[in-house]
């Protein structure tokens, strides 16, 4: 594994919790075994939450890894604790278009001073993280897309997801949360094996603080048809040695769609991760890791 130094010698902004990046202070933080200080030996793996979530549910699969890796978890632009302030005319905010969170991530990689990491990506991150590929190259040593793929153009199916969405995330009282078992009947659609409950409750509450802004704009772009017909050439202009992984019966990203996106392009290795769903890295923990952590070594 290389390891990596601070661009043009800058010092890096560790051990801030928040860094400013186009007028939205993002949470970060490092999971090392330094007091969650980086050492400048290792190299550093940055990790993408999908849509409506954020950092906690990558922090178990950080924590494994933090012997070999510098590992990096931050909320995406309105998820997390990345919330949105009021734009202003000096301070406009981006939109949410798949590349714009690209360039969030080239911010955030240039603010903390890191040249070139690994990636590991998930749902709607891989797809931020599969632009970033296409885009910078040279910044990626290596790339994990976990449930990932391609849409095809649906006009129908897509106005009904749409509205599906738009609806669920216009009604997210703070109320949900005091009902008992809410998120194991929330997370039903999104697992094949049980996960931690304390991992499901996370979510709920990820979800259900979400910027509805935020929320909504990726829905639109990121399953949207202009995705569906540029998606394609992304991944068939990735260079960077890229491992996706699919879950066998996850509905939300199905296995068939992520086999495809990898059929398009040799430098993509594929694996089907079997009885799991959307959460293959809560689902079947030792699988995953030993999957990733393989391919993570290979030709070192």
């Avoid at 010092?11 to 999971?31: C, D, R, T």
């Avoid at 394609?232 to 992984?245: D, E, H």
């Avoid at 991760?273 to 290979?298: C, G, W």
Wanted: with cysteine; net charge neutral; hydrophobic share 40%.
């Amino acid at each position: 594994m290389q390891h990596l130094a601070p661009i043009g010698g800058r010092k890096p902004l560790y051990p801030m919790a928040f860094v400013s990046i186009q007028g939205v202070n993002h949470y970060y933080e490092w999971i090392t075994p330094y007091h969650n200080l980086p050492d400048a030996r290792k190299p550093t793996l940055v990790f993408l939450h999908g849509w409506a979530g954020s950092t906690r549910y990558w922090r178990s699969t950080a924590q494994h890894l933090q012997t070999d890796f510098n590992t990096l978890l931050y909320d995406l632009r309105g998820f997390g604790r990345s919330r949105l302030p009021q734009p202003t005319p000096d301070q406009p905010l981006r939109d949410y278009h798949l590349e714009s969170y690209a360039e969030d991530l080239r911010d955030l990689l240039d603010r903390l001073g890191l040249e070139r990491v690994y990636l590991n990506a998930h749902s709607t991150g891989a797809s931020i993280a599969a632009v970033f590929l296409q885009r910078y190259p040279d910044r990626v040593h290596k790339a994990i897309l976990t449930c990932s793929g391609i849409f095809e153009y649906d006009e129908l199916a897509f106005k009904i997801f749409h509205w599906v969405s738009g609806y669920v995330v216009k009604f997210r009282p703070q109320w949900f949360l005091q009902i008992p078992e809410l998120d194991r009947l929330f997370m039903n659609r999104f697992l094949y094996q049980p996960i931690p409950p304390a991992d499901r409750r996370a979510f709920l509450e990820d979800f259900i603080a979400a910027d509805a802004a935020a929320a909504i704009g990726t829905v639109y772009t990121a399953v949207s048809k202009a995705a569906a017909e540029e998606m394609p050439q992304v991944f068939q202009s990735i260079t960077v040695p890229t491992l996706l992984i699919s879950g066998e019966y996850d509905q939300i990203i199905p296995a068939d769609l992520g086999r495809n996106a990898a059929a398009l392009n040799p430098t993509i290795e594929y694996y089907c991760l079997p009885k799991t769903a959307h959460f293959p890295m809560l689902e079947n923990p030792p699988v995953y890791l030993k999957k990733i952590q393989d391919f993570l070594r290979s030709g070192d």
